[in-house]
C-alpha cells in the first residue's frame, strides 16, 4: 500500500511539476525576434571535438556537454545577417529554453527565453533584464553582479542566461570564427 501511495505522489507531482512550463515563443517566434529583417534563415548543424570542447572548457569555465549543436544562420542579399543558437541552461531546478543571436562580428544581436519552467525567477524573461546582453562580445564577462545586474528571485536563472550567452558566443565563435 505504502508503495502505491508513493507512486502515485510521484506522478502527481511529476504532473504538477510539468504544468508549470510556459512557453513564451515558438522556433519560429524566436528567430524572427533575433533576426527580424533576413531573407532567409537556415539550420546548420556542427559536431564538437574533443579538442575544440577541451578548448572552450578551459577558455571559459563552462561546460559543453552537447556532441552536437544547431545553429541558424540568417541571410540577407547573400551576406550572413547573423548567428543563433537555442540553449538550454538548468535554473534552480529546471532547464531554461533561450535563443541567443549572434552578429557577424561577434556581438550579441539579441537574446529571448523561448521557454520557462522554473516556479519563481521569471523575471529573466522580460525585457529589462534581457537588454543587458546586446552589445556583449566573448571577451566581455558575462556574469551576474559584475555586468549583468541580478534580480532579487531570480539569482538562479540570471545565472544561467548568462552562462549560456557566454556559451553560445564561445560556439558561435568556434564554428564561424566572428571574433576575428
Known sequence: MKKILFATLMV???ICGSLSAETLLTEAQALK????????????????TGEQRQKLQQSTRLR???QQYTFYVAKSKGQIDGHALV??????????????????KGEVLEVAVMEYRESRGGEVKEQRFLRQFHGKKQADEIAVNKDIMNYTGATLSSHAIAR????????VDTFYGTSK
Not at 532567409?40 to 556542427?46: A, C, G, I, P, Y
Not at 549560456?164 to 560556439?171: F, I, P, T
Open 12 to 14: 502527481a507531482m511529476l
Open 164 to 171: 549560456g550567452v557566454k556559451r553560445a558566443l564561445a560556439l
Open 87 to 104: 540553449l538550454d541552461e538548468i535554473g534552480k531546478h529546471e532547464n531554461i529554453t533561450f535563443i541567443v543571436g549572434v552578429s557577424p
Open 64 to 66: 559543453f556537454p552537447e
Open 33 to 48: 525576434i533575433v533576426f527580424p529583417k533576413s531573407q532567409t534563415v537556415e539550420r546548420d548543424t556542427k559536431s564538437l
